[in-house]
């Protein structure tokens, strides 16, 4: 109750022991969230600390710009789901000042409509020590996008490594404007871009983008929808001559690509002996597709992990046998793949692969065109706004790289 959480901030207040605070799912509202904040800025041992599902809203907004910009020690705060909405993430960038002290900020899931992720975006930027930033799900679009890297290298936030904007609707045009404002930024090793409406137009400029940033170690691109054309333009860019992508690990796990997209995988894969990790879950890749993978994998040592759950595919006339088939293969070359650690599947029954494939296009739209470095156009889908990409077996992927079942 209000009398029992009274008596905490007034031990919060005075305590030099407490380093962890979590009140996450309280519902403890703007106007608790303002009694907090004056304890915790009287308080200067707590360094972690989650108020995520609290419903602060746009008062508690202002709480939080006030919380961030007072002199604590708090090095990371998980802020999600809290209703926070434009008139919410206004209030916090109006209460800002620099930060020197946060390296972990999480705002994910707050509603942030239309100057709502402008107002977000901005209050990154007055955070310089960050190295981690979570906004995923807050309705950025494109010109919201491109203002968070803005803020970003205006603000010199070069400590910054993860960048998460999943479940952000930015389409190809915020992966472009990416490109544009947050391309050369020399600290990013992770970046996630899943679940938002990238098509094969943006699939080339995504390409530029991790081409354009020299140490980034992780690209993640779930659950988009690129055919293996737009993966063709994707390929081509962190192939050209000087690229700086060093990249280790890339997923593309619920996209549209099929066994076409091998021959550009193989390249990709020979061309980058730093490449360990690929993850193709829920595309559409064959028995025939697979088996070509599994000859890369042989040939190339330094691939680690390789995922291919859920592809639609596998399964079809005979299909089942083929894949024996390849678990057979597997087993009988193990030797020759003693580098691979994991090698990953799921038997999904698709009987008619044509028509499923053509009905999740469908239910993605419009087509258009894209081009790779060599200029030359390929067709692609386009996605009707706010629908999320999912697998054959209806799982919402969220980036994670976990589950299979191992041959």
């Given amino acids: ?46 360094r972690w600390l989650d108020i995520s599902g609290n419903c602060l809203g746009g008062d ?46 999480r705002l994910a899931s707050n509603c942030a409509v239309g100057d709502g ?19 995923s799900c807050n309705s950025f679009d494109a010109v919201a996008a491109q203002e968070l890297g803005e803020c970003v290298m205006a603000g010199g936030l070069t400590s910054l490594t993860k960048l998460q904007l999943s479940q952000n ?24 871009l899943s679940y938002c409406e990238v098509s094969d137009d943006g699939a080339p400029a995504l390409g530029a983008l991790a081409a354009s940033l020299p140490v980034l170690e992780t690209l993640k691109f779930n659950s988009n929808r ?12 962190l192939l050209v001559t000087g690229t700086r992508f060093k990249g280790f690990c890339v997923e593309m796990d619920g996209n549209l690509v099929g066994d076409a997209g091998v021959g550009d995988l193989a390249k990709l894969v020979r061309a980058s002996p730093w490449l360990e ?31 291919l759950r859920g592809n639609d595919d596998i399964i079809k006339e005979g299909g089942k046998k ?10 009988e070359r193990k030797p020759h793949h003693a580098h691979l650690t994991r090698f990953a599947g799921q038997v999904v029954k698709v009987k008619h692969v044509a028509a499923a494939r053509l009905k999740r296009q469908e239910s993605y739209g419009t087509v258009t065109t894209a ?6 156009s390929s067709p692609s889908v386009g996605r009707a706004p706010g629908h999320w990409g999912h697998f054959p077996d209806g799982e919402r992927h969220d980036g994670c790289n976990e589950g299979g079942d191992a041959l």
């Fill in 1 to 46: 109750g209000g009398r029992g959480f009274g008596r905490f901030l007034e031990y919060l207040a005075v305590t030099n022991k407490l380093e962890r605070l979590d009140l996450g799912g309280n519902r403890i509202g703007g106007e608790l969230m303002g009694e907090l904040c004056d304890a915790l800025t009287l308080n200067q041992t707590v």
């Fill in 60 to 105: 508690g907004g202002a709480q939080l710009g006030r919380l961030l910009a007072a002199t604590s020690g708090l090095q990371y705060v998980d802020a999600c789901a809290n209703q926070l909405g434009t008139e919410g993430a206004d209030n916090m960038v109006r209460q800002m000042e620099m930060n020197t002290t946060l390296t972990d900020l």
């Fill in 117 to 135: 992720a402008f107002f977000l975006a901005q209050c990154v930027g007055f955070c310089k020590q960050l190295r981690s930033v979570d906004l």
């Fill in 169 to 192: 609707a930015i389409g190809d045009a915020g992966v472009m404007r990416l490109l544009i404002s947050l391309g050369d930024h020399r600290g990013l090793t992770e970046l996630n």
């Fill in 226 to 237: 690129i055919t293996e054309d737009g993966f063709k333009g994707f390929c081509d860019w």
């Fill in 277 to 307: 990790i690929i993850s193709l879950r829920g595309n559409f890749f064959g028995a025939a597709g697979v088996r070509e993978m599994l000859e890369l994998a042989r040939e190339c040592p330094h691939l680690r992990e390789l995922q």
């Fill in 322 to 331: 083929d894949w024996e088939t390849l678990n057979e293969l597997l087993l």
């Fill in 371 to 376: 081009s790779s470095p060599d200029g030359r």
